[in-house]
C-alpha cells in the first residue's frame, strides 16, 4: 500500500469514527444520509438575565418563552428570532429606552 493510499484508508476510517461518534451533534442526521442543518447563530444571552415591566430580558430582549425555547429551535428559527432581537433593539433605541444598545460580547 502506498503512503497516499494508507492515509486515504487512515482519513476514511476518521471520518467514519467522526459522523456516527455520539459527541458529534450532527452525527445522526448525517449517518442516515440526511443533509446536515445549517450552524444557528449563538445564544444572544449577554449575561444579564432579569425580565423587565414589559417581560422581555433586560440583556438579549428575549421574552421568557423565548429564552426557554432557544435550544429547541431549529437554526432558521434561531436566526428569525436574532432578526426580531434586532428590530425590538432598534425600537427601544428610538424611544430611548434602557437595553436599547447593541450586544457586546
Do not use: K, Y
Amino acid at each position: 500500500m502506498t503512503a497516499t493510499a494508507a492515509w486515504q484508508a487512515w482519513a476514511w476510517r476518521a471520518f467514519e469514527v467522526c459522523r456516527t461518534c455520539p459527541h458529534n451533534p450532527r452525527a445522526m442526521s448525517i449517518s442516515r444520509g440526511e443533509r446536515a442543518e445549517p450552524a444557528g447563530p449563538a445564544s444572544p444571552c449577554t449575561g444579564v438575565c432579569a425580565l423587565d415591566e414589559t417581560g422581555l430580558c433586560r440583556g438579549c430582549l428575549r421574552s421568557g418563552e423565548e429564552i426557554g425555547r432557544w435550544l429547541a429551535m431549529s437554526a432558521a428559527e434561531q436566526w428569525q428570532l436574532i432578526a426580531v432581537l434586532e428590530e425590538r433593539r432598534r425600537m427601544r433605541a428610538q424611544a430611548g429606552a434602557p437595553g436599547a444598545g447593541s450586544i457586546e460580547r
